[in-house]
T-cell receptor
Framework: AAGVIQSPRHLIKEKRETATLKCYPI?????VYWYQQGPGQDPQFLIS???????DKGSIPDRFSAQQFSDYHSELNMSSLELGDSALYFC?????????????FGPGTRLLVL | AQTVTQSQPEMSVQEAETVTLSCTYD???????LFWYKQPPSRQMILVIR??????QNATENRFSVNFQKAAKSFSLKISDSQLGDAAMYFC???????????FGTGTLLAVQP
């Protein structure tokens, strides 16, 4: 079965640079979620989109922005990167914007900021 | 605010034995969903099992089952016939209310001894 695709899988950036993470949800899933997992920590919710509109927002820094496109893929844009942004960034998708729908996770993008 | 507590940072089990991972949560909502996700060394986030709060019957998925005690706000995971591949970090996770963000516990690292 098709899974959530994330690219790139690994990314190394310098401080103050920008990064763009991409997420391609499971086919026919119209809701996308972004989570950040720091070293040794549990994942923290950043933001979600349903039908190309932002549906919920968590602890996402103002330096980050995200959007969902007409084909339902999503991009997380990160500017003025800081050392503390080094983390594993997960994208998840679900079939609809309802609490009862299970979120399926992609493999994650490992971001290292030097 | 909803919280999820996993009081066992680490657990160990012998191969083929049974182990139970504990989880408690706090919420004022009556309708919500609980999940156990597994994160092996690859750091992929894999769904293990899900429970709807309105269902009294405990969820079961092959060797994995839960003991859901709604009044006590307890949601433990039992792994039977443990296998080496079960070694991973296990996250107890809550989803409910108007928000669609998953709230994770701090995780329990399970080691399986051959």
């Amino acid at each position: 079965a098709a899974g959530v695709i994330q690219s790139p899988r690994h990314l190394i950036k310098e401080k103050r640079e920008t990064a763009t993470l991409k997420c391609y949800p499971i086919p026919r899933h119209d809701t996308v979620y972004w989570y950040q997992q720091g070293p040794g920590q549990d994942p923290q919710f950043l933001i979600s989109f349903y039908e190309k509109m932002q549906s919920d927002k968590g602890s996402i820094p103002d330096r980050f922005s995200a959007q969902q496109f007409s084909d339902y893929h999503s991009e997380l844009n990160m500017s003025s990167l800081e050392l503390g942004d080094s983390a594993l960034y997960f994208c998840a998708s679900s079939p609809r914007d309802r609490p009862q729908e299970t979120q399926y996770f992609g493999p994650g993008t490992r971001l290292l900021v030097l | 605010a909803q919280t999820v507590t996993q009081s066992q940072p680490e657990m160990s089990v012998q191969e083929a034995e049974t182990v139970t991972l504990s989880c408690t949560y706090d919420t004022s909502e009556s309708d919500y969903y609980l999940f156990w996700y597994k994160q092996p060394p690859s750091r992929q986030m894999i769904l293990v099992i899900r429970q709807e709060a309105y269902k009294q019957q405990n969820a079961t998925e092959n060797r994995f089952s839960v003991n859901f005690q709604k009044a006590a706000k307890s949601f433990s995971l039992k792994i039977s016939d443990s296998q080496l591949g079960d070694a991973a970090m296990y996250f107890c996770t809550y989803l409910g209310g108007a928000t669609n963000k998953l709230i994770f516990g701090t995780g329990t690292l399970l080691a399986v001894q051959p």
